[in-house]
């Protein structure tokens, strides 16, 4: 599933909700193996950069959280240059960015969180970057202006923080990924503009190309698929099992999922969701 917000300046809660959000972090709050490489739960629990543009502005690898606002503000990180046109008013409100949430079927976050198999989160990630990869090639533009004549150009080039989160708003198992628009964008003349957003706020079709993705990366991994309304779910989860997880009553019912006790015996995993689980808490306040 696909759902599109634009973010404006004005939301100051919704604005708050991406800059806290726990899984932007700066190099010295990350967790790290004794080898000094990143955990393996770090790297489901991390926004990371994506994009053309952010590799043009040197934004690669981990989102720490002072870049992500100082580009999400408008302002390239550690310099006074702008992505895109400043307001006349600095107290007019201003289009910050767009955020695209691409939600996995149920029965594929319960493939990674109760039955422990980590290849899915990778499978996701990939499905999310091949949406975008298209969304990239279709949506990046920007208008100008020559000789007093506007016209829309095609840039190519998008800045994003790929934002994972592992639980619904509920509480529930919910695998699913903020993909995070800077409302930027740099032009074949040199200059950094605002998107022509139009065209990427009422896509229909990128959705469908996400779950079209992720089913082919998951039977690649050797899981057999059936069709719903809504797109597909795993072979060998019931609907029964399905409905529970989607009531958020997992994990506190042990006996509706008999996969519990694999979950029980994964202890990276255990410590995932229960990462995503303070996080719930924390943003809720239950």
Request: charged residues 30%; proline residues 3%; contains cysteine.
């Amino acid at each position: 599933m696909l759902t599109i917000r634009t973010i404006t300046s004005d939301a100051k809660e919704i604005v708050d909700y991406y800059e806290e959000d726990e899984v932007l972090v700066d190099a010295h709050e990350r967790s790290y193996t004794e080898s000094g490489v990143i955990s393996e739960i770090d790297e489901m629990t991390i926004a990371v950069w994506y994009g053309k543009a952010a590799e043009i502005l040197e934004q690669k690898g981990h989102a720490g959280r002072e870049d992500f606002i100082t580009l999400s503000r408008g302002t390239k990180p550690g310099t006074n240059e702008r992505i895109r046109e400043e307001k006349p008013n600095p107290e007019d409100k201003e289009r910050l960015g767009h955020d695209l949430c691409f939600s996995a079927p149920k029965s594929v976050s319960m493939a990674l969180h109760i039955e422990g198999d980590n290849r899915v989160f990778d499978a996701h990630t990939k499905a999310v970057k091949e949406a975008m990869d298209a969304a990239e090639k279709r949506y990046a533009q920007a208008q100008i202006q020559v000789n007093g004549v506007r016209s829309v150009v095609n840039t190519d080039n998008l800045a994003m923080v790929m934002i994972p989160h592992h639980t619904s708003r509920e509480g529930d198992l919910n695998l699913h990924t903020h993909v995070y628009v800077m409302n930027g964008t740099l032009c074949p003349d040199g200059k950094w503009r605002a998107l022509q957003h139009e065209d990427l706020v009422h896509t229909q079709w990128l959705g469908s190309y996400y779950r079209q993705k992720l089913a082919e990366n998951m039977q690649e991994l050797g899981y057999r698929i059936y069709e719903t309304k809504d797109g597909f779910e795993l072979q060998g989860y019931s609907r029964k099992d399905i409905e529970v997880v989607s009531r958020g009553e997992w994990p506190s019912s042990p006996n509706d999922i008999s996969a519990l006790e694999q979950f029980e015996r994964n202890p990276k995993l255990k410590e995932a969701y229960q990462k995503a689980a303070k996080a719930y808490r924390k943003e809720t306040g239950r």
